[in-house]
């Protein structure tokens, strides 16, 4: 029997493990098939991809059908193509299509060549990831900074890494996938607290404090699928009480608040009480990469003990260019940080006052929570042919009941742009009931 087309993969495969089926073989063929239907329904919005990459707007084709792949490489011929106004990429900058930045990139290319042919601590490194490092920790200003290829190895690195072997970690439960791995990969003893909630951490502290040697609590700094901004001066109040090691992911805040776009860290005036500021070089940077600001004591244990480090290649010179060169935007250009923040607090106001549940989100990605997946997946799916593209979030990425769809705001998209999108968004809201009548009217 099939299951609703509109069921998570994820979602489908814990039901059939419920119905007692364990093989992967099997469960992968019946995963397969579901996978299809959806795709030849249009209500895979995952695999849709840009034709010539990632702008405000794009070209963007429907995911691949079987029959599909052979004419794309052979012909180089595309399946017919929709243009979109693309609101789940996270160049919060645009410095992606910076003219600037590409001739960079370009130019160093030339100069350094492509790969970077093995780890940083077997040659791989250059002048260009020196000045990289160097950079950023003159801007976070904390004492070392250690570049990682990608910002998921490196909270996969380090938090597997800096506990000791008598120390507990407290996440958010809301943390990213790279935290938890990090988490469950180090071995340690681990516990949750509620997502946001400075009594539940106080709480774990407490309770915990005299059973280990070291308490790290890890927290986002902006939680990539809700939005919300975390409490963290609450969490340098608590850790003055309590003396733990704090750990913030500002992958999505680095390059967006502070001075330059040194972090929210920076902004709030607590980088010295912040242990480990970790950040993705993917968003705002326009690129690849991570990095974690440290003390320097810390650096010699990462290098043997974090695997990501000590034995991924590092990234390539020509993503190590685009970074270096958009920290040179964020310095000599302010504008982009301030369009940024303006168009956030424009579409938000204009979202709210149209009914839209936006949750407790703050930051530039602003989420419209449709807990119902079929209606989430229909709605989606007529939002992309009217022009609107960003994808459907639910199980495993957030919990069953609480899915969204996402927009990540930025500097480049103009007013009109958020008009059209807010416009459709209003009469599809209606249309399928997310919001009420009396709420567009007003
Ligand atoms: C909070 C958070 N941390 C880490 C990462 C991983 O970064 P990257 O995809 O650049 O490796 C992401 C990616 O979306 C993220 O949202």
Redesign the pocket.
Known sequence: MHPNISTPILSYMKQLESQGLTNIEELCDHLYEHYLRQVNQGLYSNGRYTQAGSNVTAKVQSALTTSSPKALLEKNQEQESQECILWCV?HYLGLNRNQNVIDKVCASVQKYGTGSGTSALSGGMSTLHKQVEIKLQQLVGKESVLLF???????LGCLSALPGKKDLIIFDRE?????IDGVKLSGKKWVTFKHNNLRDLEQKVSKYKGEYQNIFVVV?S????SGDLAPLQGIVDLKQKYKFLVYV????TFGIYGKNGAGYCSHLGIVEEIDFI??????ATAS???FVALKSKYVPLLHWRATTYTFQACLTPGDAAAILASLEEMENDPSLIESLHKNNQYMRRRLKSAGFDLGTSASPIIPIFISDVEKLQAFNKELYSRGIFSVSIFYPVVKPHEGRIRFVVSAAHTIEQIDTTVNILQELGLKYGVIKQAMVAA
């Open positions: 996270n290829p990608t910002g998921f190895t490196t909270n943390c990213h996938a790279s935290i986002e902006a939680y990539s699928m992911d500002e992958a999505h970790a950040a993705t070089l993917s968003k690849i990469g991570g």
